[in-house]
């Protein structure tokens, strides 16, 4: 079955960093996109960051020269470094993929709290 499993998680400082990875399984993982979402209580889910199966990137704009997402299709996981990270990134990050528009898959979650 399909699984999307996010580890590295957890409590840093402010301008601390935090690199969080997601390993898939149960899919072709080299053809489908992965993104990076969070979502705080009370708010919408977010997209933080995205990676196409083809290697294109793109950023929230809140995230956009502090976060570097990237892939391993060799070893099926999607990661995501956290640099100079604030209290307003704390939220669960969810790790997610997108096969066009009729495949989506979810992992359960993982806490970032940035905070002193």
């Known amino acids: 079955q399909v699984q999307l499993v996010e580890s590295g998680g957890g409590l840093v400082q402010p301008g601390g960093s935090l690199r969080l990875s997601c390993a898939a399984s149960?899919?072709?993982?080299?053809?489908?996109?992965m993104n990076w979402y969070r979502q705080v209580p009370g708010k919408q889910r977010e997209l933080v960051a995205g990676?196409?199966?083809?290697?294109?990137?793109n950023y929230g704009d809140s995230v956009k020269g502090r976060f570097t997402i990237s892939r391993d299709n060799a070893k099926n996981t999607v990661s995501l470094q956290m640099n100079s990270l604030n209290p307003e990134d704390t939220a669960v990050y969810y790790c997610?993929?997108?096969?066009?528009?009729?495949?989506?898959?979810w992992g359960q979650g993982t806490q970032v709290t940035v905070s002193s």
């Open positions: 997610n993929g997108a096969y066009g528009s009729r495949y989506e898959y």
């Open positions: 149960g899919f072709i993982f080299s053809i489908v996109d």
């Open positions: 990676i196409t199966s083809g290697g294109r990137t």
